[in-house]
Nanobody
């Protein structure tokens, strides 16, 4: 079985910073892309940032130049450094990963349980 466990959420004032972590564990052969999504109240889950196994990144326009996604392949962990936070960044943040559990199995998307980020004005 595969699990993704997030940590690092919390309450911060506008302009502050937070760092989210997401560690994958279990029966893992290889991890392809990893990423972060967020869901604000009353809104659909939306892409925040993704990173490929080789380190190519992609960001939502709303977080470019403020958020940085990175990963440690040795630790099966993806990070999201969030700077200059705004009240509109308030949401539940979810990590996901495309994971192959055996050498001949296709990748499958797994999700973490989510971590709350609240930015006060």
């Amino acid at each position: 079985q595969v699990q993704l466990v997030e940590s690092g959420g919390g309450l911060v004032q506008a302009g502050g910073s937070l760092r989210l972590s997401c560690a994958a564990s279990g029966s893992i052969f290889s991890i392809n892309a990893m990423g972060w999504y967020r869901q604000a109240p009353g809104k659909q889950r939306a892409l925040v940032a993704t990173i490929t196994k080789r380190g190519t990144t992609n960001y939502a326009d709303s977080v470019k130049d403020r958020f940085t996604v990175s990963r440690d392949n040795a630790k099966n962990t993806v990070y999201l450094q969030m700077n200059s936070l705004k009240p509109e960044d308030t949401a539940v943040y979810y990590c996901n990963a495309d994971i192959e559990t055996t050498w001949n199995s296709p990748g499958r998307t797994y999700w973490g349980q989510g971590t709350q980020v609240t930015v006060s004005s």
